[in-house]
């Protein structure tokens, strides 16, 4: 019997969830799926820096989840751009954040969002410093 898949939390949400390459009528576009789940896992690492285990513990997974999640995302984008096809984001088993805290870092003025439930980060995702302190917590406009 296989083990029920865990909700990942996601905590943004883009208006947007559609990607094609530009020139192309729809119709004649072959397209690939991303998850809502695998996007996030992207945004995470790719985009703001964090290890697979800072990522993994923001999204309520392992480690080595989160290694599989990013694995299959980056083989969606890279057969979308490879081969000229749209992205379609959408599904995939996760809960949208509602509420995300706002940390500032004291050394290099960084300002970062945690989403509710993740625990105190261990330091600034961008010096590395522990010397941060929570200036508020955010509503999701979208929420």
Not at 47 to 63: D, F, I, N, T
Not at 94 to 115: G, I, K
Request: net charge neutral; glycine share 8%.
């Amino acid at each position: 019997m296989v083990r029920p898949q865990k909700e990942r939390r996601v905590a943004f949400n883009p208006e947007i969830s559609y990607f094609k390459p530009r020139g192309i009528p729809m119709f004649d576009l072959e397209e690939v799926c991303l998850t809502v789940d695998q996007r996030e896992a992207m945004r995470l690492s790719d985009l703001m820096g964090m290890s697979h285990e800072e990522a993994g513990r923001h999204m309520g997974v392992s480690r080595a989840t989160f290694g599989r999640i990013i694995q299959r995302a980056r083989e969606a984008v890279a057969d979308a751009l490879i081969n000229g096809k749209a992205i379609n984001v959408e599904g995939g088993n996760y809960q949208l954040m509602d509420t995300a805290r706002v940390f500032h870092c004291s050394n290099c003025d960084h300002e970062w969002e945690e989403p509710i439930g993740t625990g105190r980060p261990p330091h600034c995702p961008s010096c590395k410093n522990a010397d941060f302190y929570r200036i508020r917590e955010k509503k999701d406009e979208a929420g």
